[in-house]
């Protein structure tokens, strides 16, 4: 797979973003996708991630409430809605795709393939 997200940019404190995940040329049907998020000089932090069916890994602590991860397979997409941003969540999210059906409760890097590019999303007044 070669994964693709959209949707970052630069809002206000307090406000939303709804970033894309998609694929050029194959379909994300079957596969868990992860979105994770390095902020500037820390370590990438999973952020939540979605079966094939619509289950949900654990979402980090820092976004429980704010962040909703989805999927719409007729249009190849995974989502990340994003709500109440915070400086604090500023950072390049990536989206990958777990190496496995299911999620489970570990992101370890090394459990997911084929990364995106990754969109920056940048929180400021």
């Known amino acids: 797979l070669q994964l693709v997200e959209s949707g970052g940019g630069v809002v206000q404190p307090g406000g939303s973003l709804r970033l894309s995940c998609t694929t050029m040329?194959?379909?994300?049907?079957?596969?868990?996708i992860g979105w994770f998020r390095q902020a500037p000089g820390k370590e990438r932090e999973g952020v939540s991630c979605?079966?094939?069916?619509?289950?949900?890994?654990p979402y980090a602590d820092s976004v429980k409430g704010r962040f909703t991860v989805s999927r719409d397979n007729a249009k190849n997409t995974v989502y990340l809605q994003m709500n109440s941003l915070t400086p604090e969540d500023t950072g390049t999210y990536s989206c990958?795709?777990?190496?496995?059906?299911?999620?489970?409760?570990?992101?370890?890097?090394?459990?997911?393939?084929?990364w995106g590019q990754g969109t920056q999303v940048t929180i400021s007044s």
């Open positions: 990958a795709r777990r190496n496995h059906y299911y999620c489970g409760d570990s992101y370890s890097p090394t459990l997911y393939s084929d």
């Open positions: 979605i079966t094939n069916d619509d289950r949900t890994g």
């Open positions: 040329g194959m379909t994300l049907e079957g596969y868990a």
